[in-house]
T-cell receptor, first 117, second 110 residues
Framework: GAGVSQSPSNKVTEKGKDVELRCDPI?????LYWYRQRLGQGLEFLIY????????KSGLPSDRFSAERTGESVSTLTIQRTQQEDSAVYLC???????????????FGPGTRLTVT | GQNIDQPTEMTATEGAIVQINCTYQ??????LFWYQQHAGEAPTFLSY????GLEEKGRFSSFLSRSKGYSYLLLKELQMKDSASYLC???????????FGPGTRLSVLP
């Protein structure tokens, strides 16, 4: 079946512009996660959606970052007034979440490489 | 707070065995995961431990000790394609987000 997809795969934007990143999770996966990965570094948690519950936004680095998800479908991560330090790969992952049994392994999308010039 | 530690880099020889350690301190525990990430690619799932002991899956095994907050990933019969970063991640509480460690970059030499 189809895996997690993300678009665009690459995005180059000028400092100060807004960008919107999209994630299509695996069908039936109730949990969706956004991470940021700077070059050569580990995954930095940004936000977590579980079904229709209120999202866990504790990882968002500033109020310039926001994310939405409608039900158990597509999610968009928006970065307003981009800064050069926002340059990174943004990874989306989905998992069965609370609907499944234990061991909620995450399936990752290919990521969006964001470059802010 | 939540903290996960792993060695930054490791080097091993093709055909050898390597053990990558992970220690964690989290508020709650609902499982520990290991992921493999090749350069420029997304992480892929390797293993999951929620009970103490060893889980074996082919050339890869993962061990967990909850009382010690410790896990390791054991890779046997190393191959060149095993050169990658290995990420340890903990699901702190049921239904909550994951915390990833910084990753261990493994280089397999001929």
């Amino acid at each position: 079946g189809a895996g997690v997809s993300q678009s665009p795969s690459n995005k180059v934007t000028e400092k100060g512009k807004d960008v919107e990143l999209r994630c299509d999770p695996i069908s039936g996966h109730t949990a969706l996660y956004w991470y940021r990965q700077r070059l050569g570094q580990g995954l930095e948690f940004l936000i977590y959606f579980q079904g229709n519950s209120a999202p866990d936004k504790s990882g968002l680095p500033s109020d310039r970052f926001s994310a939405e998800r409608t039900g158990e479908s597509v999610s968009t991560l928006t970065i307003q007034r981009t800064q050069q330090e926002d340059s990174a790969v943004y990874l989306c992952a989905s998992s069965i979440g609370l609907a499944g049994g234990g061991g909620y392994e995450q399936y990752f999308g290919p990521g969006t490489r964001l470059t802010v010039t | 707070g939540q903290n996960i530690d792993q060695p930054t880099e490791m080097t091993a020889t093709e055909g050898a065995i390597v053990q990558i350690n992970c220690t964690y301190q989290t508020s709650g525990f609902n499982g520990l995961f290991w992921y493999q990430q090749h350069a420029g690619e997304a992480p892929t799932f390797l293993s999951y431990n929620v009970l103490d002991g060893l889980e074996e899956k082919g050339r890869f095994s993962s061990f967990l000790s909850r009382s010690k907050g410790y896990s390791y990933l054991l890779l046997k019969e190393l191959q060149m394609k095993d050169s990658a970063s290995y990420l340890c991640a903990v699901n702190g509480n049921y239904g909550q987000n994951f915390v990833f460690g910084p990753g261990t970059r493994l280089s397999v030499l001929p």
